[in-house]
């Protein structure tokens, strides 16, 4: 059943509130109810009132960020690495919201719970053409699970509730409420104020399709797993899964947090030709899949380019993503959380446990592994070594650190060289794929987890999209270190333009100076030029940000080493191209190489 303001007046229990309210009192009584332990805006003429009431809130902390896309990626965070909690937004309308939309957008298409709530302009007017007057129900309903615009007092709180209900049931998501500038500061009647139910159970999965699921993997000769976001909170039950059945587990980029690396299973990121030798080799042969949580988008899949067996057990919240992209010989739509403990249950009571497959399987994966670390280690250069970095700062990060990347070609090194072993300690921008996500996040990851160890990974030009959001973190005492990749280009387009095009248009940045950065944010700055000082500099920079202060860390990396996944999905992409195409492209390429 849908949640509606109109269906929780009508069911829910109430509390009478005597007298008169303003809709920001009433808005912040809401949110108090709800699990929203910070919010993230700008104040302005629109929503004054509703700050001023966050301002008394107890449990509430009202962060000013210096732009509301920072603001969106901040509480992004908050429930991508906490227990329940949702990030919540509180901006104003218009600029606040178009400025917002990145962060929005990216947590949409990533299924990333958001209440975002937002002012408007005045209902009561006579006059049009009000400042911000835009119709905010269009603007935002693309990236939006649902929207309302809230005009009366007695809707305040029912709609925030419902909101919240729609944000985190069946596929999670954005929400957007508009509170009208004079519903939030003048007062009205409340009416009987509806007490905060949680929401309901999801609907159990179908017994039938659990045990169809166990029968098909359990009789398979090489079975595999495929595990993303969507399996975040059931890693044990997919790791006993993996072991009964003696499988290899890959994941997608968000799924890192899904399944711990430090698995004798565990492969990797995708297993396509743009995966690394680990996960290529174990799915080579694979002739039954269970994935987990898992959409089978562009990324993951390098760029469609895997080798799906028609023995597919697919489970995913959304019905509209199974047989979407890959048809599935067993298709459950349903919550994880209660269908992955079901099917480890129905393959115990089969007595499921391939041990010697496993021990093959485990044995192959570590050869693997081990010759990509020394052929990645055996690269030399005058700058850092991307392998030996990660390796070092695994060493010095607590299990339980969140480590937050951005969009760039560092995304793809930091998911084959960086191993991720806890649930929920690795978040990214995915399906948005939304450059300048890295520093607002980590610092909302680290207002979310303020015990926790909390590193970011950003590339330079992603870097200098939301830099200055350092400013809240030194406002704040938010200690992170930002270890920028500096290489003085969009490394992952230049390297994909290299190749058609020998070529590098407008993907150069020139010249930056991060101290300059730290310096007008108020953050340390360490520099990191050679693999000598990969060491002493992350010592320092975790040193330092354990004390309260944010770093910036200049990291002088060595790109010239590609990827698996960047040259995987090119080759890929051009063996889809008309064979016209191809030989045009690839006769360019060749000729501007001879020309220069």
């Excluded at 009366?152 to 925030?160: A, G, Q």
């Excluded at 990797?268 to 995966?275: I, L, R, T, V």
């Excluded at 040259?567 to 889809?576: C, D």
């Amino acid at each position: 059943m849908t949640i509606t303001p109109e269906s929780i007046r009508a069911d829910w229990p109430t509390t009478k509130i005597s007298g008169r309210r303003s809709g920001a009192w009433l808005v912040r009584y809401a949110l108090e109810q709800l699990p929203v332990s910070h919010t993230f805006g700008i104040p302005g003429v629109h929503n004054t009132e509703l700050y001023d009431e966050l301002n008394k809130s107890e449990r509430i902390d009202p962060v000013l960020v210096t732009h509301e896309g920072g603001g969106a990626f901040m509480a992004d965070a908050i429930s991508r690495t906490s227990d329940g909690r949702i990030g919540c937004m509180v901006i104003v309308p218009a600029a606040g919201a178009t400025h917002a939309m990145s962060g929005i957008g990216e947590a949409y298409l990533d299924g990333i719970p958001l209440l975002v709530i937002s002012g408007g302009t005045s209902t009561d007017s006579p006059f049009g053409y009000q400042l911000h007057e835009l119709d905010q129900m269009q603007l935002v309903q693309a990236v939006t699970k649902a929207r309302w615009r809230v005009e009366r007092h007695e809707d305040v709180v029912p709609t925030i509730f419902a909101a919240y209900h729609t944000a985190v049931s069946g596929v999670p998501g954005p929400v957007f409420v508009e509170l009208p500038y004079n519903v939030q500061l003048f007062q009205g009647p409340p009416g009987d104020v509806p007490q905060f139910q949680p929401p309901a159970p999801a609907p159990q999965p179908d017994t039938a399709l659990i045990e169809q699921a166990a029968d098909l993997l359990a009789t398979a000769n090489a079975p595999g797993l495929f595990v993303g976001w969507g399996a975040v909170d059931v890693a044990e039950d997919v790791a006993r899964i993996a072991e009964m059945l003696g499988a290899p587990v890959s994941t997608t980029l968000q799924g890192l947090s899904a399944f711990p690396a430090d698995h004798p299973l565990h492969t990797g990121m995708g297993f396509s030709a743009a995966a690394v030798p680990a996960a290529r080799n174990a799915f080579q042969d694979v002739d039954a899949l269970l994935a987990i949580g898992v959409r089978f988008g562009e990324i993951p899949t390098g760029s469609y380019g895997v080798r799906v067996p028609e023995n597919l057990v697919h489970i995913d919240i959304d019905p509209a993503v199974l047989n979407r992209n890959y048809p599935a010989a067993v298709a459950i739509a349903a919550d994880s959380r209660d269908a992955v403990p079901a099917l480890r249950r129905a393959l115990e009571a089969r007595g499921v446990n391939h041990a010697d497959r496993r021990e093959r399987v485990a044995t192959r994966i570590a050869t693997d592994k081990d010759a990509w670390r020394t052929e990645w280690f055996a690269h030399k250069s005058d700058r850092v070594n991307p392998a030996r970095f990660f390796t070092a700062l695994r060493e010095r990060l607590d299990r339980d650190a969140i480590t937050v990347v951005d969009d760039g070609n560092h995304t793809f090194l930091a998911a084959e060289q960086f191993p991720v072993l806890q649930p929920r300690t690795f978040i990214s921008p995915t399906d948005f794929n939304c450059m300048g996500y890295c520093v607002p996040a980590a610092i909302g990851a680290k207002l979310a987890n303020p015990e926790r160890q909390v590193a970011a990974i950003v590339g330079d030009g992603a870097f200098l999209m939301t830099c200055m959001e350092i400013v809240t973190a030194s406002t704040r005492g938010v200690g992170v270190p930002f270890f920028v990749f500096y290489d003085g280009e969009l490394s992952q387009i230049s390297q994909g333009q290299e190749i058609p095009y020998n070529r590098k248009t407008c993907t150069v940045l020139g010249e930056i100076r991060l101290e300059g950065a730290a310096l007008a944010t108020g953050a340390h700055y360490v520099e990191i030029r050679n693999d000598d000082e990969i060491a002493d500099g992350i010592d320092t920079a975790l040193a330092i940000s354990a004390k309260g202060q944010p770093v910036v860390v200049d990291v002088r990396i060595d790109y010239s080493k590609r990827t698996a996944f960047t040259q995987g999905v090119v080759k890929t992409v051009l063996k889809r191209f008309p064979l016209g195409d191809k030989f045009r492209f690839v006769g360019r390429a060749l000729w501007r190489k001879v020309t220069g």
